[in-house]
């Protein structure tokens, strides 16, 4: 059966949090509770995000990268909340547990969650600030190779598997400062992308016509079984975002699907941009929207709102927010590559971001640990630049994997 949440939990979560100034949560330096946790990620990750099994490919490097005592950052793609749980299945084959960065919402969300986060090496950052006790935190724990560090370098979830999306600077900028600090001592600092596929489990044609059943039915239409699974997401594509463009301009739009959204994207975001002085420039949706965010935020903790006021810069937080999700749809995922994981992903999208849900259907995840990338101490001008190289890297085993993996869509 698949699990199930209502997306209203999580923005309940955030005003709370808001409402309390960042504090730092450092990270647990002890080891056995770690592993005496380990046993309990398979058992928490299936109750969670029903992650129902996990395959381990090329830990043999990983391990050679820590008999050798080096500095170690792990980079993974980032495609589902349950990516930080799944990287820490590789703990037990490792032999070594991890530290890892987790935005301060996670912490917040029961104690038990900030029990197990703690414990298996995980610390706070806080996304919408420049959190230098966090940073300083990830660069002494390379610059000692205590653990191995899980950096997520797109930044946020993608919600899509076969595509990477944008790397952010921030961890070349840590790598490279732990780097020069470690070459002082005599040490090095390596990197290793790590690829997450999740593969769906399960009786696809099933699924897949009980979920756009609902989502028809969500739009007042009767099931549209006579056309095929692709064409059917491709009109309730269509008709959601119709419902939103009636929403933000008066009307549904017209034009071919990917130009509405970035009309819509522009609809939702300038007025906000405008009003707090914050020109987008030329800069993508993620960076518009974590600009927005500092702003809006920085407001509700420390600005003297009433109700209507804190309730105003929450709207605007919400479709930052819905913006952000429009923004990293990958255009013709689809039709580029028709399969069971890309059309499942797509469904799950539109019930998360016009359904407000989020539905955890049966997934196993594979995890490929690529070679080790050294980081040089100073940095190389006349090559590639780190980022560049891990994302060159991670791609191309995101697509070696999604090439194996992937599934047949029935005719």
Known sequence: MENQVQTGLAAETEQVIVAEPYKFVPPKSGALVAKLLQPIIPWQIQRAWNVVGHEVRGVEKLKASVQAGHG????????RESDAMAVGLITKQAGTPFHFMASWHVFKQGWFQRFLVRQSGGFSVHREGMDRISLNTAIDILTEARRPLVLF??????????????????????????AKKRDEKGGKVVVHPVALKYQFVGDIEEVVNLALTDLERELSWDPQTNLSSLERVRKIGSGLLG??????????QRGELFDRLDRLISR????????????A???????????????????????????????????????????????????????EEPCAERLLETIERFEHDFK????????????????????????????????????????????????????????
């Open 72 to 79: 170690i950052a792990i980079t993974p793609n980032h495609v």
């Open 153 to 178: 370098p797109e930044g946020t979830i993608s919600m899509h598997n076969d595509k990477l999306g944008s790397l952010q600077e921030g961890v070349s900028l840590i790598v490279q400062r732990a």
């Open 243 to 252: 419902l939103r463009e009636v929403e933000y301009f008066g009307e549904a």
């Open 268 to 279: 939702v975001l300038e007025p906000i941009e405008q009003e707090w002085n914050r020109p």
């Open 281 to 335: 420039d030329g800069a993508c949706v993620y960076d518009r929207v974590k600009g927005l965010r500092t702003v809006l935020l920085k407001e509700l903790v420390n600005g003297d709102l009433d109700a209507q006021g804190r309730e105003y810069r929450w709207k605007q937080l919400r479709d930052c927010t819905f913006a952000l999700h429009l923004g990293s749809y990958p255009a013709d995922y689809l039709a």
């Open 356 to 411: 407000f849900v989020n539905r955890f259907r049966p997934h196993r995840v594979v995890m490929e640990i690529g070679d080790a990338i050294e980081v040089p101490p100073q940095r190389d001008r006349g090559g590639p630049k780190l980022i560049e190289q891990i994302e060159m890297a991670l791609s191309a085993q995101i697509e070696g994997l999604a090439k194996e993996l992937n599934q047949p869509l029935s005719h």
